[in-house]
Each structure stands twice: as structure tokens, then as C-alpha cells.
């Protein structure tokens, strides 16, 4: 396939080569939780449960309540676990990505195509219509309450500088920044 680069750049065409990292998807679930309705949930649960257990563990030592040692173990224990969520989701999408090998993402004013050594797939702006940006990266997201569907294109996948701004107009002309 021959590409005239002049040509493209006005019809709004950027390409992104790369390989798929973890802080690709841990960036995508993290920004994937703000948007979420729920995703406020976690972060105040998170509060509560380390409120809760210095405030257990400062009555015990202090010798003012018996407490519940039930809760002095798990209460950390879920703390962990609810701050390691997006690292640990993130770790079993990298490994289903690398499997794929190199990414060649081509985002048009039609939507936006992924294509790996296995794999080629088509995503129109009506199936992700929002999309964030991070210091990373672009990330399309669903409009379903959970934005249970996503795509993660780096910016260290652009082939130079410029295509940043090619391409954030690209989304900025399709989608809903949120």
C-alpha cells in the first residue's frame, strides 16, 4: 500500500505503530474509573477502609476497646486489593495484547482500525463516542455506564510530533472530550 503523506494529512489519516505496554492499560482503567458512575465508590471505599482500620488499631493499642482482630487482618488486606485493581486488570489485558504483537492503529475521519500480526478490527466514533487524553496516550471509551469498551492508542506510537495535534483534532472533530 503506497500512502502520499500530503495527501493523507488533509484527509485527516494518522498512524500509530507500537508495541502494548502495562502503563497502557493501568493509564486506560484508571481514567476508565473516573468515568464511571461507580468509580467514586472505589475511592471512597478506599478512605473509609484505611479511616477505619487506624481507628481500630489506635483504640487497641490504646486499650479502650476490644477490637476485632477479624478486621485488623482484612481490613488491610482489602485496602491492597482494592488500590491494586487497575494494576492486576491490567496485567491479564498486556498479556492477551502481547500475544498480538506490533499494533498499527489508522485513525480516519470514519473511525478508527487496529490491526496486529493476528488480528484486524474496525471501530466506527458511533461505538466509542467519548475519549480522554492523558500524557500518554488517547483513550476511546463506549458511552455505556461502565465504558466497558475501550482503545488505548500511545502517543509514543505517533511518528512524529505533529500527529498529536492531527490527531486530537481527528477525535476533537468525533467524539465527546470528557
Not at 492523558?134 to 455505556?144: E, G, I, W
Request: some cysteine; charged content about 25%.
Amino acid at each position: 500500500m503506497v500512502m502520499d503523506m500530503g495527501r493523507d494529512a488533509e484527509q485527516g489519516v494518522v498512524e500509530l505503530t507500537y508495541q502494548p505496554v502495562m502503563g497502557d492499560f493501568v493509564g486506560a482503567l484508571r481514567e476508565r474509573n473516573r468515568l464511571r458512575k461507580r468509580g467514586w465508590v472505589r475511592s471512597w471505599a478506599v478512605g473509609l477502609l484505611a479511616f477505619a482500620f487506624v481507628l481500630n488499631a489506635a483504640l487497641s493499642a490504646a486499650g479502650r476497646d476490644r477490637s476485632d482482630w477479624f478486621l485488623l487482618i482484612w481490613m488491610p488486606l482489602t485496602l491492597v486489593l482494592l488500590l491494586l485493581t487497575p494494576r492486576l486488570q491490567a496485567r491479564a489485558f498486556l498479556k492477551l495484547a502481547a500475544r498480538n504483537g506490533t499494533y498499527r492503529a489508522t485513525v480516519t475521519d470514519a473511525g478508527l482500525t487496529m490491526a496486529t500480526d493476528n488480528t484486524t478490527t474496525s471501530v466506527k466514533w458511533a461505538a466509542q463516542p467519548r475519549y480522554r487524553e492523558t500524557k500518554d496516550a488517547f483513550l476511546t471509551y463506549s458511552d455505556d455506564k461502565n465504558a466497558s469498551c475501550f482503545t488505548v492508542l500511545p502517543k509514543r506510537g505517533l511518528a512524529a510530533p505533529a500527529d498529536t495535534d492531527r490527531l486530537r483534532a481527528i477525535l476533537d472533530r468525533h467524539l465527546a472530550r470528557v
